[in-house]
């Protein structure tokens, strides 16, 4: 089971995807686990007065989340995993399956190694740890970008990068945990 842990915008779904493809090209079967499945709803996120923290660590269902890791990591059948539609805005339940015989399980998301509690006791369930390394300035870009691309107007984006995704970003710089691996560069598409 591999991590691959940095900020919003900094790739971790590209270069999983594009690692899985890779993996598969060779004749190894691989499965991408967003922890973004995890997200809560924004019903949820309302009721617990946290619609302008999305993407927060507190905003995921981390017990579900560390539950699906820990049973795929001792499969005997396949397992449904949930995925994050962002056109949506919300995560679909048993969007996809993971069979046992699958041999590379690639775990993205932005809190996978971040040191606190209770995100921290994910680091005993990976074989291999990785963190992209992408600059505050660089992810500022990618996110105006994205929102963009999902039709929010100009205004809204960047507020919501300001007050967001940017302190959400520097959680997960500031508070790591030790990788195995740090790449840095241009993991988009």
Sequence with gaps: MIAIAGAPGSGKSTLAHDAAEALAARGVSA??????????????????????RKGAPETFDFEGFECLLKRLASAQAAVAIPLF?????????????VHPETEMLLVEGNYLHLDEEPWRRLSTLF???????VSLEELERRLNARWADHGREAEAALRW????????????????????LVLGGNFTN
Excluded: C, T, W
């Design 85 to 97: 539609d962002r056109s949506m805005e919300l995560s679909r339940a048993a969007a996809a399956l």
């Design 31 to 52: 499965a991408v686990i967003p922890m973004d499945g995890f997200h809560y709803d924004d019903a949820v996120l309302a009721e617990l007065k946290l619609s302008d």
């Design 127 to 133: 074989d291999l740890r990785i963190f992209l390394d």
């Design 161 to 180: 990068v300001q007050d967001n995704d940017l302190p959400n970003a520097r959680r997960v710089i500031n508070h790591r945990l030790p990788a195995d």
